[in-house]
């Protein structure tokens, strides 16, 4: 019987950093930067990232570049074929958070870096299934003053903004889920 030769494909990303200051490297499963981008002109400018996994947060991407404005720049690669999320992913995009934001869904911790997005499978069975999308942004909010009553005065906060699912899918979902006790009650029969 021949063996069958496994091959595993990397996924390169080059990092380049325009800010004028170092840069943190994340990964969506760690607090902590796992390597850290210096400027241009400095040594280390510009490094190059090799993930194993399709799932890996740079995979999908040829180069990721750390604008001088504070934006993030991503050309995606044209060879690097979409993960499959299952039925329900949820795509998190950190627009005007800190530089790194932290996250429960689905019952798990995930940190999504700025500029970066984020994307997971969500299980039928989890309050988040019936969005599609994340957006953590700032919103200007009127508050009391502290200082004069009946005044009010802005502040900027950062909200999460949620997007929800098409009809369609909200349809697919609650099919899903009014099936799910049917299933377990003949299980147990």
């Not at 429960?104 to 499978?121: F, N």
Request: charged share 30%; glycine share 6%.
């Amino acid at each position: 019987m021949p063996r069958k030769e496994i091959v595993a494909a990397t996924f390169i990303t080059k990092l380049i950093n325009h800010r004028g200051v170092r840069v943190p490297i994340y990964e969506s499963d760690m607090p902590q930067a796992i390597e850290w981008l210096e400027p241009v002109g400095h040594e280390g400018s510009g490094k190059v990232l090799e993930s194993c996994l399709p799932t890996a947060l740079y995979a999908p991407y040829d180069e990721v570049i750390w604008e001088a404005d504070g934006r993030v720049t991503l050309k995606e690669s044209r060879s690097f074929l979409p993960v499959d999320y299952g039925k329900y992913p949820l795509t998190i995009l950190n627009i005007d958070g800190a530089e790194l934001e932290a996250r429960q869904i689905a019952g798990r911790v995930l940190y999504i870096p700025k500029g970066i997005p984020v994307t997971v499978g969500l299980p039928l069975v989890c309050d988040e299934v019936t969005h599609r999308e994340l957006r953590i942004e700032k919103a200007e909010e009127m508050v009391p003053s502290m200082k004069v009553n009946g005044l009010y005065q802005f502040r900027w906060v950062v909200k999460d903004v949620w997007v929800d699912r098409s009809p369609k899918e909200m349809e697919a979902i609650s099919k899903a889920l009014d099936a799910l006790p049917k299933a377990e009650e003949e299980a147990q029969v």
